[in-house]
Every structure is written in structure tokens, then in C-alpha cells.
């Protein structure tokens, strides 16, 4: 259904959506990220858009250049705009999981943080057109990279998923001001539980409890906290679908985001020390939407689990 690319290019025309991103993985070789499906498959491209559907998913990927005159807002707003419209269009009207990836996320542009004004055009275009929002806001990624495009990869169901909480961090879209005048408009994990499987999508998962940034300055204090919440999300996502979660990690795919490549041989090695599956993870290195972060974690699990 579609192609991710860390770190090497692709070839230019694959006859489904692909993502080329900049984020050297650490440790080793280029890594390809191919989305399977066992049924035939729909291909769809418009302006930017380019999407995939088989009857019960839908994803697709938009990029889009930032040009003078637009800001960081008014393009992420745009975009999702877009993405909005044709999911509706389409059938898929229910967000499972969305990856953000755009340049310079902690640099000001004109007064604001880059992260700060993406999340501004995200509430922008999401709070007016999502029913329910914010909680039909499902888990997501925001990684900064260091050139490009806006790229958003985008994972959408005819069903209506179901969004968890972590109980050790406040839902992002509650968090104060003073984070940003929007807060991010992202769930801490999806749980698609169909009749085909269950899969359980995990945002992006740092060093945060409440909602403040914890071990300032220390990588590997970090990783261990930002365990712990993976952790937590596991157990929430295990009672909402009646299986242990936790004891199926070997199921499980892991994407680690390390700002600082000096700092992957401790973060690699915290993970030996966890109970998450090393062998499993993917380190790639790529900055974080605050500036203290230096390491993220998101997963996807693939479970054995009691039919919904
Ligand atoms: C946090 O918990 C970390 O803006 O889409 C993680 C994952 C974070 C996704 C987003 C932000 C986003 O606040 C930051």
C-alpha cells in the first residue's frame, strides 16, 4: 500500500504512495518501511496527494514545499484540509494514525517556534472539520527533519477506532498555553480493534509526565521514562481490548527518534535493560518538538486479541 524510505532514496515512480524522509537511521543500513495488503488495492493521486485504499484502510501521503508568503500555519492547515476532504470524499472518514515530518521544528519563523505554528494550522483545519474533536484525535508523530518538505503520512478506516489516554500524561490536546496558543491535536494511542485483527498505534512517546518535560539533560533517564509510558499505554490499551498487551511486545515494531547521535549507544542500551524488545526497534535520528526531548518512541502492535 505504500513505501517509507529512512535515510536512501527511492525510485522515482512507485505505482503507490511513498515518503522519502531524511532521518539517517543509527546503527546501520538504510531502512524501508513497506505497508502491506492482502486485498486489491486502490490507487488515488491529487496536487500533492497520493492515496491508497482496499475496502477497510485507507493511506496515503502528502508533501508539500514551503514557499514565501505561506507560512508554517497556513500550510499545515492547508494540507490537512485537503487530507480531510478526500477522506470524507472517499469513505474512510476515521483518522487512525498520522506522521508529521518538517524542517527546522525548533527554529522561531516570525515569532513562533515552527513546531508551534504547525500545531497552530493543525488545531486550525482539525478543530473546524473532524466531528468530535478533539476526541476522535488519533495517535500521531511530529519529527523534525533536517531539510524538505512538509511530508504527512496519513492512516484512515471505514470503522471508527477507538483513542486512548496514558493515565501518567495529560492528553496533549488539554495541555496549557504555555506550550503554544494551540495545543497538539494528537491521542497517545489507537486502537483499531476490526474484525481482520487488532492493531494498536502508539504516538509519539517522550519524557513527559503531566504534561512537563522530565530529566532535563539526561538521555538516558529520558529513554527510561519515555518506557515507562510506552508501558502505561500498553496496559490502558490491554483492558480496553481484554489481552495482555504487554506480553506480546514480540508482535510489536518500535521507532525510536534520537535528536543527538552521540546519544544512541545509551539509548540503545537502555532499551536492553527494558522490557521492550531492542531487536525490535528501529533508532533514527531526527529532532523532537521540544527542545529539551532528546529521544521519542512510537509503536505499532499487531495483537492477538478477542474479537470487538
Ligand atoms: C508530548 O508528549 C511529546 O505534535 O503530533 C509527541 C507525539 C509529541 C506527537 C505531535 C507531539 C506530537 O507532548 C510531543
Same mark, same amino acid.
Given at each position: 500500500?505504500?513505501?517509507?524510505?529512512?535515510?536512501?532514496?527511492?525510485?522515482?515512480?512507485?505505482?503507490?504512495?511513498?515518503? &522519502?524522509?531524511?532521518?539517517?537511521?543509527?546503527?546501520?543500513?538504510?531502512?524501508?518501511?513497506?505497508?502491506? +495488503?492482502?486485498?486489491?488495492?486502490?490507487?488515488?493521486?491529487?496536487?500533492?496527494?497520493?492515496?491508497?485504499?482496499?475496502?477497510?484502510?485507507?493511506?496515503? &501521503?502528502?508533501?508539500?514545499?514551503?514557499?514565501?508568503?505561506?507560512?508554517?500555519?497556513?500550510?499545515?492547515?492547508?494540507?490537512?484540509? %485537503?487530507?480531510?476532504?478526500?477522506?470524507?470524499?472517499?469513505?474512510?472518514?476515521?483518522?487512525?494514525?498520522?506522521?508529521?515530518?518538517?524542517?527546522?521544528?525548533?527554529?522561531?519563523?516570525?515569532?513562533?517556534? %515552527?513546531? #508551534? #505554528?504547525?500545531?497552530?494550522?493543525?488545531?486550525?483545519?482539525?478543530?473546524?472539520?473532524?466531528?468530535?474533536?478533539? *476526541?476522535? *484525535? $488519533?495517535? /500521531?508523530?511530529?519529527?523534525? =527533519?533536517?531539510?524538505?518538505?512538509?511530508?504527512?503520512?496519513?492512516?484512515? +478506516?471505514? %470503522?471508527? $477506532? =477507538?483513542?486512548?489516554?496514558?493515565?501518567?500524561?495529560?492528553?496533549?490536546?488539554?495541555?496549557?498555553?504555555?506550550?503554544?496558543?494551540?495545543? $497538539?491535536?494528537?491521542? #497517545?494511542?489507537?486502537?483499531?480493534?476490526?474484525?481482520?485483527?487488532? &492493531?494498536?498505534?502508539?504516538?509519539?512517546?517522550?519524557?513527559?509526565?503531566?504534561?512537563?518535560?522530565?530529566?532535563?539533560? /539526561?538521555?538516558?533517564?529520558?529513554?527510561?521514562?519515555?518506557?515507562?509510558?510506552? &508501558?502505561?499505554?500498553?496496559?490502558?490499551? +490491554? +483492558?480496553?481490548?481484554?489481552?495482555?498487551?504487554?506480553?506480546?511486545?514480540?508482535?510489536?515494531?518500535?521507532?525510536?527518534?534520537?535528536?543527538?547521535?552521540?546519544?544512541?549507544?545509551?539509548?540503545?542500551?537502555?532499551?536492553?535493560?527494558?522490557?521492550?524488545?531492542? #531487536?525490535?526497534?528501529?533508532?533514527?535520528?531526527?529532532? *523532537?518538538?521540544?527542545?529539551?526531548?532528546? =529521544?521519542?518512541?512510537?509503536?505499532?502492535?499487531?495483537?492477538?486479541?478477542?474479537?470487538?
Amino acid at each position: 500500500m505504500a513505501i517509507v524510505s529512512f535515510g536512501a532514496p527511492l525510485p522515482a515512480a512507485l505505482p503507490c504512495p511513498t515518503l &522519502t524522509l531524511p532521518l539517517a537511521p543509527l546503527g546501520g543500513w538504510p531502512v524501508i518501511e513497506a505497508w502491506l +495488503s492482502d486485498r486489491p488495492v486502490q490507487p488515488m493521486a491529487d496536487h500533492g496527494i497520493s492515496l491508497v485504499m482496499n475496502g477497510e484502510w485507507l493511506i496515503g &501521503t502528502i508533501s508539500v514545499d514551503e514557499r514565501p508568503g505561506w507560512s508554517l500555519d497556513s500550510l499545515t492547515d492547508d494540507a490537512y484540509r %485537503r487530507i480531510l476532504y478526500h477522506l470524507n470524499r472517499l469513505g474512510y472518514p476515521n483518522l487512525c494514525r498520522i506522521w508529521n515530518y518538517f524542517p527546522r521544528i525548533n527554529e522561531e519563523q516570525d515569532g513562533l517556534e %515552527r513546531y #508551534r #505554528r504547525f500545531c497552530v494550522g493543525r488545531h486550525r483545519a482539525l478543530a473546524e472539520l473532524l466531528p468530535d474533536f478533539p *476526541l476522535s *484525535l $488519533p495517535a /500521531a508523530t511530529a519529527v523534525g =527533519t533536517p531539510y524538505g518538505p512538509l511530508q504527512i503520512m496519513f492512516l484512515a +478506516s471505514t %470503522r471508527p $477506532p =477507538t483513542h486512548l489516554d496514558n493515565p501518567r500524561q495529560l492528553n496533549a490536546y488539554e495541555y496549557p498555553p504555555a506550550y503554544g496558543p494551540r495545543s $497538539p491535536s494528537f491521542a #497517545r494511542a489507537t486502537l483499531c480493534r476490526f474484525p481482520q485483527g487488532t &492493531t494498536l498505534f502508539i504516538a509519539g512517546t517522550a519524557s513527559v509526565v503531566g504534561h512537563a518535560s522530565q530529566h532535563i539533560g /539526561a538521555p538516558v533517564d529520558q529513554t527510561h521514562e519515555s518506557i515507562r509510558n510506552v &508501558t502505561a499505554v500498553l496496559e490502558r490499551a +490491554s +483492558s480496553a481490548c481484554g489481552a495482555n498487551l504487554l506480553a506480546q511486545t514480540n508482535h510489536a515494531l518500535f521507532k525510536v527518534y534520537i535528536r543527538n547521535p552521540d546519544h544512541f549507544s545509551a539509548i540503545q542500551a537502555a532499551f536492553h535493560d527494558s522490557s521492550l524488545p531492542v #531487536r525490535h526497534c528501529v533508532f533514527l535520528q531526527g529532532d *523532537l518538538c521540544r527542545r529539551e526531548l532528546f =529521544t521519542e518512541i512510537e509503536g505499532l502492535l499487531v495483537a492477538k486479541a478477542p474479537h470487538a
